[in-house]
C-alpha cells in the first residue's frame, strides 16, 4: 500500500476523560496549584490584606509591566532560545519616544518609533544570532549592554518628566483605570496574552516554535524555515518589550533610563516557574501568568505577613526552585 | 523516456571536504534503486540534494526533464519527493499530529491551524495505515513514547500521505526488528507496484538486494559501479563491493 484512501471509519472523537486531562495539561495544573497554595497561605497568614482589595488593584497596577514582556518569552524559549536584553530594548524604546516626540510633538509618533525601534532591535538579535550562529544567552549579554549603553549616551544619563503626555488619549488608553479602579495595564496584559497564546497555539509560525525547540535538525530536514521563526520570536520580544516600557514609564510619567533594570531576573523566573523548559519544546503561556503573579505578589506578601523585606529573596527562591523540580516532575511523570 | 529525477555532474563542498564529485545519477519513472557504499561515501548527501536540504556546488539537477535550480525542501516536497530519513526527522516532545503535519501544518481559510482536522486526519492514518489499535495512543500522544518501528511507521506513513511520486528511504531499517524489517521491504516492493519510484539507502546489501530493480554504489563520493539485480548474484555484488571498498574501482 502506498497511498493511504479515504475509507469509512471511525471518525476521532476527542473524548474527554479527567486522567487525560490531567496528563495533557500537567504543568499548567502544577504552577495553577502552587498558585492556589501560596495564594491561601497569603490569606491565611494576612487576612486583612489579602481580603481587601487594595491589595490586588496594586498588583494589578505593577505585575504587567514584567509579565507583559514574559509572555513573547515564553515563546523565544519554547523555541529553544533566550533574550536577556529586553530590559535594554524597553529603555531604548522610550529614548526613541523622547527623541522623536522632541521633533515632532506627537505622543503617538513616538510611541510608534519606539515600538519600530523594538523590532528592529528584536530583528537584530536574531540576525547576531541566527546568522552567525551565536549562542543566544551569549548574544543578548551583549546586546544588553549595547542598548543600555546607547540609552546612557543618548539620553547622558538624564531622566525627564512626562508629564505632557497627561494631556493626551495616549495616557488613559495605556495607563488608565477602568471603572476608576482596574488598572489598563492589566487589560494589556490580557490583551497581550490572548494575542501571544493565539500566535502559539494557532497558527503555524506557533506549531514552527514548537518544533525548533523540540528538535531544529527534524524542523529543517522537513522544510521548515528554522532561521525565520527564531528571529521573528527575538523581533516579538522587542516590539512588545518597548510596549511595556512605554506603560511602566507613562504610569510613572517619569522616563528613567535605569527603566527595565529589575525586571530581567522577576520576568525570567516568571517563565521558568510556569513550567516552560529551559531546553525548549514545551511551555505554556497559562504557566506563565501565574508564574508572574506569584512572583510578582511574593513581595508584598512577604511584608504582609510580617516578615521583613529581606525575607523576600529567599522566599523567591525556595519557591522557584520548589516548582521547577515539580514541573520536572510532573513531566517524567507524564512521559 | 525520462527520468523522475537526474543528477548530471554534481558536487558537493562542505569547506574543504568533497563529499560528491561529478556524480550522475538517474531514477527511473518506476523503480527501486539501490544506493549502496561504505560510511562516508556520500550517499546521505546525493539524497540531501535530491530533497532540497543541500544545494550542490556544481552540477545540474532535473526534475521529470525539467531543470531545477535552488531546490528547497518544501519545492522539492510540491514535486513529489518525501523523505523517510535516518534520524526519523521526529520531534519527540510534540504530539504524534504535531509530528506528521511537520512543516505542513494544515491551516482553515483564517490562516489559523486546523487542529481538528490535523487530529481526525492522524486518527485515520493511525488506526487504517499504522495499525495503531490500542487505546493508549491517540493523535495527542508523544512521540518520544513509541518504539523504534512505531516511529518508523510514523514517518513512512508521513512521506506517504502527501502522495509522493518519489520516496527516498536513509537507512530504514536501522533499529528495527525482523518483522518490522520485513513489512519494511514489502512495502517498498508496493512502491514499484503502484507505478512510482524509490531511493533506498541501506547498509545491509541483502535487503537492498532482495528489493532493488538497480544498485548504485558510492564510494568517496563517486559513483564506482551500477549493477541491475536481475543480471548480478548477490554473491557477485558483494564481492565487487568489497573490491571497490579496497581498491576504489571495479576489477
Not at chain 1, 505578589?297 to 512577604?302: L, Q, R, Y
Not at chain 2, 490535523?118 to 492514518?125: D, K, S, V
Not at chain 2, 563520493?221 to 549493477?227: D, I, L, M, N, P
Request: hydrophobic share 50%; net charge neutral.
Amino acid at each position: 500500500m502506498t497511498t493511504i484512501e479515504e475509507t469509512n471509519t471511525q471518525t476521532y472523537k476527542r473524548s474527554f476523560s479527567l486522567r487525560k486531562f490531567f496528563r495533557r495539561n500537567g504543568t499548567q495544573l502544577g504552577i495553577f496549584t502552587v498558585f492556589v497554595l501560596l495564594w491561601g497561605i497569603f490569606i491565611i497568614s494576612a487576612p486583612e490584606t489579602f481580603l481587601s482589595p487594595q491589595i490586588y488593584y496594586a498588583f494589578m497596577s505593577t505585575i504587567p509591566f514584567f509579565a507583559i514582556v514574559a509572555m513573547p518569552l515564553t515563546i523565544t524559549v519554547i523555541a529553544g532560545e533566550i533574550d536577556l536584553s529586553f530590559p535594554a530594548i524597553m529603555a531604548i524604546g522610550m529614548v526613541a519616544f523622547l527623541l522623536v516626540y522632541d521633533v515632532s510633538q506627537s505622543v503617538w509618533l513616538g510611541s510608534l518609533v519606539a515600538l519600530l525601534v523594538g523590532l528592529f532591535a528584536g530583528w537584530l538579535n536574531g540576525i547576531i544570532i541566527v546568522h552567525f550562529g551565536i549562542p543566544s544567552l551569549v548574544a543578548t549579554i551583549g546586546t544588553q549592554f549595547f542598548w543600555r549603553g546607547a540609552v546612557l549616551v543618548l539620553s547622558q544619563g538624564k531622566s525627564g518628566t512626562l508629564v505632557y503626555t497627561k494631556e493626551t488619549l495616549l495616557h488613559p488608553i495605556l495607563v488608565g483605570k477602568v471603572f476608576g479602579v482596574i488598572p489598563m495595564q492589566m487589560v494589556w496584559l490580557i490583551v497581550v496574552t490572548i494575542l501571544c497564546w493565539i500566535l502559539l497555539n494557532r497558527t503555524r509560525f506557533g506549531a514552527h516554535v514548537y518544533l525548533i525547540g523540540d528538535n531544529a535538525e527534524s524542523a529543517k530536514l522537513m522544510g521548515v524555515n528554522t532561521g525565520r521563526v527564531r528571529i521573528r520570536t527575538f523581533m516579538l520580544v522587542g516590539l512588545v518589550a518597548v510596549f511595556a516600557g512605554i506603560l511602566a514609564s507613562l504610569h510613572v510619567t517619569y522616563f528613567w533610563p535605569s527603566l527595565g533594570d529589575g525586571y530581567l531576573l522577576r520576568t525570567l523566573a516568571s517563565v521558568f516557574l510556569g513550567g516552560t523548559s529551559v531546553f525548549g519544546g514545551v511551555g505554556t503561556l497559562f504557566g506563565t501568568f501565574f508564574g508572574a503573579f506569584i512572583i510578582g505578589a511574593i513581595e508584598a506578601a512577604t511584608v504582609a505577613i510580617g516578615l521583613t523585606g529581606f525575607w523576600t529573596q529567599l522566599i523567591y527562591g525556595l519557591i522557584i526552585v520548589i516548582s521547577v523540580i515539580m514541573h520536572a516532575y510532573v513531566r517524567r511523570k507524564v512521559e | 523516456m525520462t527520468f523522475r529525477v537526474e543528477l548530471r555532474k554534481v558536487s558537493k563542498h562542505f569547506g574543504e571536504v568533497c563529499a560528491l564529485q561529478d556524480v550522475d545519477f538517474q531514477l527511473g519513472q518506476n523503480e527501486v534503486v539501490g544506493l549502496l557504499g561504505d560510511n562516508g561515501a556520500g550517499k546521505s548527501t546525493l539524497i540531501k540534494i535530491i530533497t532540497g536540504y543541500y544545494q550542490q556546488s556544481t552540477g545540474e539537477l532535473f526534475f521529470n526533464g525539467e531543470k531545477v535550480d535552488h531546490l528547497t525542501v518544501p519545492k522539492a516536497r510540491q514535486m513529489g519527493v518525501e523523505t523517510v530519513y535516518q534520524e526519523r526527522a521526529l520531534a519527540e516532545l510534540q504530539s504524534l499530529w504535531r509530528n506528521i503535519f511537520l512543516g505542513r501544518e494544515l491551516t482553515n481559510r483564517f490562516g489559523l491551524l486546523d487542529i481538528k482536522k490535523m487530529e481526525a486526519e492522524t486518527y485515520r492514518l493511525m488506526t487504517q495505515a499504522m495499525g495503531f489499535t490500542s487505546a493508549a495512543v491517540s493523535p495527542e500522544s508523544k512521540v518520544g513514547t513509541f518504539s523504534g518501528g512505531e516511529r518508523q511507521g510514523v514517518a513512512i506513513v508521513r512521506a506517504l500521505y502527501f502522495d509522493a511520486d518519489i520516496i527516498i528511504l536513509d537507512e530504514p531499517t536501522m533499529g528495527l526488528s525482523l518483522k518490522e524489517t520485513d513489512k519494511l521491504l514489502n512495502f517498498v516492493r508496493g512502491i514499484r507496484g503502484a507505478g512510482k519510484s524509490s531511493i533506498f539507502i541501506d547498509h545491509n546489501i541483502v535487503h537492498v538486494y532482495a528489493v532493488a530493480d538497480r544498485v548504485v554504489v558510492i564510494d568517496r563520493g563517486k559513483v564506482a559501479g551500477e549493477f541491475m539485480t536481475d543480471e548480478i548474484s548477490l554473491d557477485d555484488l558483494m564481492a565487487n563491493m568489497i573490491h571497490i571498498a579496497e581498491t576504489g574501482s571495479f576489477a
